[in-house]
């Protein structure tokens, strides 16, 4: 069985480069990375 998609998901990791890692070692494809910042971000945390 293959993962086919995976949309939406919120993973919380100490690690963010051996989480990307582990994920594209089960065989996904990383589409894209982005920073979001900004005063609207930080009033959220």
């Known amino acids: 069985m293959t ?4 949309d ?4 919380v990791v100490d ?3 051996a989480a990307k890692s582990f994920f594209i070692e089960l065989g996904l494809e990383l ?3 982005t920073q979001v ?4 971000v930080d009033s959220l945390i």
Request: proline share 6%.
């Open 31 to 33: 589409e894209g990375e």
């Open 37 to 40: 910042e900004g005063p609207s």
């Open 8 to 11: 939406n998901v919120l993973i």
């Open 3 to 6: 993962i086919q998609r995976m």
């Open 15 to 17: 690690d963010l480069e």
